[in-house]
């Protein structure tokens, strides 16, 4: 044998491509990766451009027309039948780790903790929006005020009109308003606020000989909001309404100044602050110190150190005019404030989207 042919000899040898082995070890390589991370690693080792795969095929070229076609056919082969393992691969080990995690968030529902772990077994409780709900309305009735309830749903007349808000009225830009599709376009919403209710307190008793209104009027409301730290586009009002002879603005913050301090206790400080409301007059927005930095500002108050609670103001003759009530002989004031962002006050939260995302860990600290 020349030199020359001993030469192509032994890389003929080398390069021969033992397709065998190759598809042997991929398979194993491939079966063996235990994560979608380890099959991506494993998948470039068997498949990729540096594969013993890639290798015998660039090798191809060494040999004769014959031997290089049936063995290209034999590559291509183990090419596919690899690629549609890795993708095999790759759904069963996605599907396991779903599982995982699905079984690591997992609650056990049927779990009783056995009298010998804890005194009583373990009782769910009120989410903290609804307990502070109750908790309101303990402060208001131990007031002299009754609790009242009113409809989600609102005709354009309760939730705008019969407040001192006609059709176009620019104040109605306060609210951003959720219409439903029933009847005339925009005469049906979510209720922006409790302040609807006021009307229907003041139709009842006109029909019912119901005046004075000493009455607190919690619920759920609904604006067209970017959620963020201090707003939900679903949150909850407790609305205020007193009607009575000689009722004045002392009456009004007196009792924000009772139901501040019986609620959040004595070292957190309110103030009103002059602001508009059409259906108030005078108006002020009351605001307490933000519990969260203690008045010395924070992202959650926006570096003011105050968190606005809600607005309050005199009833405007023009309400009791709508439903008919004689605005000379009765006067009253209201207010109306959020009891989520109390909640978010009386414990601290930072973010209030926390009270909506149901996570039980969270939940269970109350
Ligand atoms: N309804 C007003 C609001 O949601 C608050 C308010 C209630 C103001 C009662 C004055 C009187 O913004």
Redesign the pocket.
């Known amino acids: 044998m020349s030199d020359r042919s001993a030469a192509r000899a032994a890389v003929a040898t080398v390069s021969t491509p033992d397709a065998g082995a190759i598809r042997h070890d991929a398979l194993r390589t491939l079966e063996g990766a235990a994560s979608r991370a380890e099959l991506r690693i494993a998948v470039t080792a068997v498949l990729g451009k540096r594969s013993p795969l890639a290798l015998a095929h660039r090798q191809l070229g060494s040999l004769d027309a014959d031997a290089r076609k049936e063995a290209g056919r034999v590559l291509a082969e183990v090419r596919a039948e690899l690629e549609e393992v890795a993708e095999r691969r790759g759904s069963e080990l996605a599907a396991a780790e779903r599982a995982a995690e699905l079984e690591a968030d997992r609650l056990d529902l049927t779990e009783v903790i056995p009298a010998s772990v804890a005194d009583r077994p373990v009782r769910g409780h009120h989410h903290p929006v609804s307990a502070t709900r109750r908790s309101l309305e303990d402060v208001f009735v131990g007031m002299g005020f009754t609790v009242a309830e009113g409809p989600e749903i609102e005709t354009d007349w309760y939730n705008f009109g019969a407040l001192n808000m006609p059709p176009a009225h620019p104040a109605r830009g306060m609210w951003d308003t959720f219409y439903l599709e029933l009847g005339e376009p925009e005469s049906t919403v979510l209720r922006t ?1 409790t ?1 609807p209710v006021q009307i229907h307190l003041l139709e009842e008793a006109l029909a019912s000989g119901g005046l004075p209104i000493h009455a607190v009027m919690p619920g759920r409301c609904y604006r067209r909001d970017t959620p963020d730290a201090r707003h939900l586009a679903t949150f909850h ?1 407790i ?1 205020g309404l007193v009607v009575d002879r000689a009722v004045t603005f002392a009456d009004l913050a007196g009792t924000i100044e009772t139901f501040t301090t019986a609620y959040f206790g004595s070292d957190i400080h309110a103030r009103l602050r002059p602001a508009y ?1 059409p ?2 007059e005078p ?1 002020a927005e009351f605001e307490i110190t933000c519990t969260l930095c203690r008045g010395a500002g924070c992202r959650t108050c926006s570096q003011t150190g105050w968190i606005e609670l ?4 005199m009833v405007d003759p023009a309400v009791f005019d709508a439903v008919g009530i004689d605005n000379e002989e009765w006067q009253g004031f ?3 404030f959020g009891i989520d962002r109390c909640v978010q006050m009386r414990h601290q939260i930072a973010d209030m989207r926390l009270l909506t995302e149901n996570d039980i860990r969270f939940a269970r600290q109350f």
């Open positions: 606020h302040s009002q609305e409301f259906f108030t108006s809600g607005g309050c103001g209201a207010f109306g």
